[in-house]
């Protein structure tokens, strides 16, 4: 039979419909002959490759829908040094494995590619052209990436992105230059959400006033949802200034933009909101006559005005109704009132029993009361109270003891976190050395990357005693991924150590001799962007 049809649609309807109901067709095309037809499913395929190649060779260009527009702004930043072109090549390529370095197979290399991004980024270098679309691709997929790829790939990104619809998150992510404020009022208006959510919060970057001033102009048209997210943009160069918009932004008909912006009011210790917030935690909690004990007498009731201030009558989180206020109200309490209105340290505080003040014997609230600390301290970002909270670092001698913060807030990672980084590594690694690892992936989490060698070095004696332990790897997975990406290279040789001596063809041996070999990779890595 004579196809006289599209070869290709003739063999797409066989591959559809098979070849053992729909003969395979004769046709025309070129080296059709060479086919060889003992297997009808293969002969398919053969000669689908060769209508796939005559269609492309066949393509005709499409005609441009105008002149050419302006090409890109040059870009005068140096470009990477080769070896670190083909390092780049390498992981964007997405293998996931299976490759073999010094210390044996590697991880999963796309992992490594946010610490790849950020550090050349901040080297000031460009990657070559061939790889920017790569690059693009993958922040698309991956918008962690976003922020360091798009500064990376510079005014060729911008360009491609302008022709190119899949990359369009570029122009929402990256402001080369201030734009003038007729441009701003055109995006805000007619932008996507995205883009607006975005805009906003490059402008408060900038210029904080200006932004509330657009945020006030169109917040009685905003949807509730989009007014939450636009209450969050204020985070960035939140003042006093902000404080009139979020007062009224407290009569808002959602309750969850109530609750942000009461949140942010929080935040402000001079507030109005901090200041009713502080009285009513003052009636709420008092230094005992004696000066030995705090007495605690929770809200009976959640009046409007509290309400109005963000706090829930009914309790979301299945506490009861008076811990639930009484929690909410020392959360949002300045923390500074309680020196003041009490003369003591956080750490004094701390120590100090709590009571009830009718039954002063009981200490039923105490761990409500240490939690909203804690919640305050991480909203206020006070290293001080902080610090209180967590305790000093564990020492050997406490083997076996809990901490003040894992025992008491249930958040000691966000209370770290407020720490400064050097400060944090020092506490981790020590609760590491007392504790394991069997509760140090939060806190591992806060942690600057990559770790400081101490606390590497902590990490790795810990994989150690685990390892002759006889746990297996997979119940620290959570940490071990982490090591690929944050351990310290300088602790490669260490870790090859451990593999040298674990059982041949053990899952600790083929654990440490992956971890080796990624720390390898991530060495050369750093080291050809240094150089």
Request: proline fraction near 9%; include cysteine; charge should be negative.
């Amino acid at each position: 039979m004579t196809i006289t049809q599209d070869p290709w649609e003739t063999l797409h309807t066989s591959a559809l419909l098979g070849t053992d109901r729909r003969p395979l067709p004769a046709t025309a095309l070129p080296l059709a002959d060479a086919v060889d037809q003992g297997d009808p499913a293969t002969a398919l395929l053969e000669l689908a490759a060769l209508a796939a190649v005559r269609r492309r060779a066949g393509a005709l260009p499409v005609p441009a829908d105008g002149p050419p527009g302006p090409p890109a702004a040059e870009d005068t930043r140096p470009e990477l040094p080769e070896p670190a072109a083909r390092r780049l090549a390498v992981l964007l390529s997405g293998r996931t494995g299976g490759g073999t370095g010094a210390g044996g197979t590697l991880a999963n290399l796309s992992e490594l590619l946010p610490q790849w991004l950020a550090t050349a980024r901040a080297s000031g270098l460009r990657p070559p052209a061939a790889l920017i679309p790569g690059l693009l691709d993958a922040a698309r997929a991956r918008s962690e990436l976003r922020s360091d790829a798009v500064a990376l790939a510079g005014p060729p990104g911008r360009w491609l992105a302008e022709q190119n619809p899949d990359w369009r998150f570029v122009l929402r992510t990256t402001a080369p230059e201030p734009p003038q404020r007729p441009t701003d009022d055109r995006l805000w208006h007619e932008g996507l959400f995205a883009e607006r959510v975005t805009h906003l919060t490059q402008l408060r970057r900038r210029d904080p006033a200006a932004g509330l001033e657009l945020l006030r102009g169109t917040w009685s048209t905003e949807r509730a949802e989009d007014r939450l997210l636009f209450l969050d943009a204020l985070q960035d160069g939140l003042s006093p200034a902000d404080e009139p918009f979020l007062e009224a932004a407290l009569g808002d008909r959602s309750k969850n933009v109530r609750a942000t912006a009461a949140e942010l009011l929080s935040t402000l210790p001079g507030s109005a909101l901090a200041r009713r917030m502080a009285e009513r935690a003052r009636a709420a909690v008092r230094l005992a006559d004696t000066g030995t004990h705090l007495l605690v007498t929770p809200p009976t009731a959640c009046d409007a005005q509290m309400q109005r201030d963000g706090i829930a009558p009914k309790s979301p989180t299945g506490r009861g109704e008076r811990a639930w206020w009484f929690g909410e109200l020392v959360a949002a309490a300045p923390l500074s009132l309680w020196p003041e209105s009490t003369g003591l340290t956080p750490g004094q505080l701390l120590a100090l029993r709590v009571g009830d003040s009718i039954d002063e014997t009981s200490s039923s609230w105490a761990d409500d009361l240490r939690e909203a600390w804690a919640r305050a301290a991480v909203r206020q970002q006070d290293a001080d109270w902080a610090r209180a909270l967590l305790g000093p670092a564990p020492v050997p001698s406490g083997r076996g003891a809990r901490t003040r913060a894992l025992r008491t807030t249930g958040a000691p990672a966000k209370l770290l976190a407020v720490l400064p980084p050097e400060e944090r590594a020092v506490w981790t690694a020590a609760f590491i050395t007392v504790h394991g690892l069997g509760e140090a992936f939060q806190l591992l989490g806060a942690c600057a990357t990559p770790w400081t060698p101490p606390l590497s070095t902590a990490v790795v004696t810990a994989l150690a005693r685990a390892a002759a332990s006889g746990a297996y790897p997979w119940s620290h997975s959570g940490v071990l991924g982490m090591t690929e990406r944050a351990l310290a290279p300088e602790t490669a040789a260490a870790v090859e150590e451990l593999a040298a001596g674990a059982a041949p063809d053990s899952a600790w041996s083929e654990t440490f001799s992956r971890l080796a070999g990624t720390l390898r990779f991530r060495a050369a890595m750093l080291a050809e962007l240094a150089g």
